[in-house]
Structures are given as C-alpha cells and as structure tokens.
T-cell receptor, first 112, second 112 residues
C-alpha cells in the first residue's frame, strides 16, 4: 500500500462545475496536509494546507480533512480551464521533521 | 521576495558522466529539500537539510549521489556517474523550519 494515494485520473469536468479530488493516507500519526497544483512542465505550487478535521475554504477552493478515515479532499468550485493541471496531495507524517510524502497526483481537465 | 532559484533548468548528458545541480533557497529559510520527480509521479524526497546539517538522507542513493549545503544557504546535488534511470526532474524546495515548502522551477535531467 502506498503511503499517499490519489486517483491518477484524468478527471474531466465542464467549465463551471465542481471538481472533487481525493486523497487517502496510511500513517495515522500524520499531522499536516497540503494540496499542490502543478502545471505541465512547471514546479508544484501550494494552494491549500489543512491541519485539523473539517473544512477549510479559500476562494474557490475547499480542503476537507477526516483524520478518522485518513482522507483528505480538495473541492474546486466554478472550475475554470485555467484550473487544468495535476493536483498533488502531500502529507507530513509528523515525526520526520518537514518531510512531505506526495501522492502520484490527479490530472484535472476543465473543458470550456 | 525572490523565490527558490535553481540552475541549470535543463541538462542533457551521456551516461556515466557527472552532473551537478545548484539551488539557492528563499532568503531566511533554514530548511532545504531536494526532491526527485519522475514523469507522472509525485516528488520523492532525496535529502533534507536543516541549516548545514543533512538530517534526512535515507532516500539518497549514496553510491552515486552526493549533496552539500555549505554555510547553510546554497546547496549542490551531484550525481556521479549518471545512469539512464536518473533522467527526471530534480526539485529544490525551502521552508522556515517545518512550515510550508516552496519549490524552485526544477532541473530537467536527460541521460542519454
């Protein structure tokens, strides 16, 4: 079992729809969780971080964390073609300093 | 504020040749990370520095890879000799402590 798992996609949604990206992790001691966006040929860019159970909203983005289910998700409302990218889920195990363990990423395609 | 700087951006070498990558972190960031990213995968940590000390190099293939961070600022990652399987993107990231990591643009290495 991989430590951080994501559906690789591609996930295709129409413009204006809600895109839902999911991630599960294996280490119950994990403390912090991040979503990075990576455009093709570019480096990862942080879009959301979440540390406690529940929802965290930032503009069109909402991160959801459920530590009991070891599940973290990212919702993108009113999806735009410019949101088309690979979304990487990253988890800090909590006992290894700042080490991040990344999932393989989910490719999102927003169709006009 | 300047971001993480990496050079070169692209490098093409023959197998068995040496290669070196350079990283300058965000000013004031004491923690520096080197990641390797294969196509279609998330980044994988190679080595993490806190100031000039390598605190996690468990994933660094020490038979051919080496890294240094003299004076706790810039860092160099070296491969000698390079193998075909080393073709990937090498990402440098920095943070203050275990806070949010910011990534540089990466070096795309092609080994022929």
């Amino acid at each position: 079992q991989k430590e951080v798992e994501q559906n690789s996609g591609p996930l295709s949604v129409p413009e204006g729809a809600i895109a839902s990206l999911n991630c599960t992790y294996s280490d119950r001691g994990s403390q912090s969780f991040f979503w990075y966006r990576q455009y093709s040929g570019k480096s990862p860019e942080l879009i959301m971080s979440i540390y406690s159970n529940g929802d965290k909203e930032d503009g069109r983005f909402t991160a959801q964390l459920n530590k009991a289910s070891q599940y973290v998700s990212l919702l993108i409302r009113d999806s735009q073609p410019s949101d088309s990218a690979t979304y990487l889920c990253a988890v800090n195990p909590g006992n290894q300093g700042g080490k991040l363990i990344f999932g393989q990423g989910t490719e999102l395609s927003v169709k006009p | 504020e300047a971001g993480v700087v990496q050079s070169p951006r692209y490098k093409i070498i023959e197998k068995k040749q040496p290669v070196a990558f350079w990283c300058n972190p965000i000013s004031g960031h004491n923690t520096l990370y080197w990641y390797l990213q294969n196509l279609g995968q998330g980044p994988e940590l190679l080595i993490r520095y806190e100031n000039e000390e390598a605190v996690d190099d468990s994933q660094l293939p020490k038979d051919r890879f080496s890294a240094e961070r003299l004076k706790g600022v810039d860092s160099t990652l070296k491969i000698q000799p390079a193998e075909l399987g080393d073709s990937a993107v090498y990402l440098c990231a920095s943070s203050w402590g275990t806070d949010t990591q910011y990534f540089g643009p990466g070096t795309r290495l092609t080994v022929l």
